[in-house]
């Protein structure tokens, strides 16, 4: 397989970087917690995943690794490990046709996949507009799926939950993992930090207030 020129891969790094420090400086990744990235190829599909176990608000240009669909490794004179969640990035990328995948460990979502494990229901919200839904006079529900730590398992319980837009109803670009985190994605890095900011901001009032 070839890879990615480095130039197209240091470009995909310092998107995620910068990402990474804004989700930071919100407390939704600590430490090392949470993960990014974003499709630098499609066919066969590669993806640049923020690699594993480095400080999430001190992200360089350089510290992402490149993973194919199985979400492994793939360039063999990289030793470093992606993040362990990298096999549902691929997956959801494959799966939504997504171009950026954003997870991190906002708080208030993961009490909302505590409080309400079979799905946290909205409506009648104005921000529901950013995530490509009606307002009003629609339920949207954003899916929670069980926690494990094999990514075949999750990609499974994705698959379960995700509703692919149609015509009538887009999708839902989130999930929360429950105990865990949150996922949002999108077209571009831009469209997955937006999902991801109106989603956790939904959430935050559900919690809130129900």
């Known amino acids: 397989m070839s890879l990615p020129a480095s130039e197209q891969i240091r470009a995909a790094g310092a998107v995620l970087a910068a990402e ?20 630098v190829g499609r066919d066969p599909l590669v993806l640049a995943v923020t690699a594993s176990g480095l400080e999430k608000s ?4 350089r510290d992402v690794v490149l993973i194919g669909a199985d979400g492994l490794g793939i360039d063999p004179t990289d030793a ?24 991190v460990h906002a708080f208030d979502a993961v009490v909302a996949g505590h409080r309400w494990p079979g799905g946290v229901a909205i409506r009648d919200m104005e921000m529901l507009k950013g995530i490509g839904h009606r307002a009003h006079d629609e339920t949207v529900v954003v899916p929670v799926i069980e926690n494990d730590q094999d990514m075949t398992v999750e990609a499974a319980r994705f698959d379960e939950v995700y509703a692919p837009a149609t015509a009538e109803v887009p999708e839902v670009p989130a999930l929360i993992v429950a105990n865990h985190g949150m996922y949002a994605w999108g077209e571009d890095a831009a469209a997955a930090r937006r999902h991801l900011e109106i989603t956790e901001w939904l959430l935050r009032f559900q919690v809130a207030t129900r």
């Open 20 to 39: 990474a420090s804004r989700f930071s400086g919100y407390g939704w990744m600590r430490g090392t917690s949470g993960n990014l990235s974003v499709v």
């Open 80 to 103: 470093r490990p992606p993040s362990a969640e990298a096999g549902l990035h691929a997956h959801i990328a494959a799966r939504t046709g997504a171009n950026a995948i954003f997870h």
């Open 58 to 61: 001190e992200l360089t240009d």
